[in-house]
């Protein structure tokens, strides 16, 4: 969505790449000497004190998703569902009046899925990911894509964890295509 309304010229006076890079780096600076590191992405926290409720979308844990367009992962019998609802609040509250609950109906994840949304996810935090997890969920990402990207300084692989750089981080869409291609 953000994408589409930035193509079409509605998002007016964002900053250039180079600027949005100069201020992600003064972010990272300003919040690293006040004692709060990067433990996500766009996230940092003094140690010990990380939003535990995001921690869950980005370590694939359950939550439910209340309210219109609200989204969820659940594991249920030991599948993973995705869960939507309806994104207009009108329709949302028709499909509550008439059924109880505005929920579209369920989406078992296929075991690729869930381990591309791990990827995608995990990748974000500054611990990276399991390997091991990844692979077991149905994962696979080619080794010369993790040797590459390790050479080139994008990304860390130490003892069955891999996880972005402070390099990496900054093109972590970059990052994650490649590693999916």
């Known amino acids: 969505m953000f994408a589409q309304r930035h193509a079409k010229g509605g998002l007016k006076g964002l900053p250039h790449e180079d600027l949005a890079a100069d201020m992600y ?22 140690t010990g004190a990380e939003s535990r409720h995001n921690l869950i979308y980005w370590q694939s844990g359950d939550w439910i998703g209340i309210g219109p367009g609200a989204h969820g992962r659940l594991t249920l019998d030991g599948t993973r569902i995705a869960t939507e609802a309806h994104r207009s609040p009108r329709l949302w509250l028709e499909a509550v009046g008439m059924h109880g609950q505005g929920e ?5 994840l296929t075991g690729a899925e869930q381990a591309d949304e791990y990827l995608l996810m995990g990748l974000r935090l500054s611990e990276g990911i399991d390997l091991d997890r ?19 300084g994008m990304l860390r692989h130490e003892g069955g964890q891999l996880a972005a750089t402070a390099s990496g981080r900054m093109v972590l869409n970059a990052v994650i295509r490649e590693l999916g291609s």
């Open 25 to 46: 780096e003064a972010t990272q600076d300003i919040c690293g000497a006040a004692g709060m590191g990067a433990y996500e992405v766009s996230n940092h926290a003094k």
């Open 104 to 108: 579209l109906p369920r989406q078992a």
């Open 134 to 152: 990844h692979k077991r969920m149905g994962g696979q990402i080619r080794p010369e894509a993790i040797s590459g990207l390790t050479d080139l």
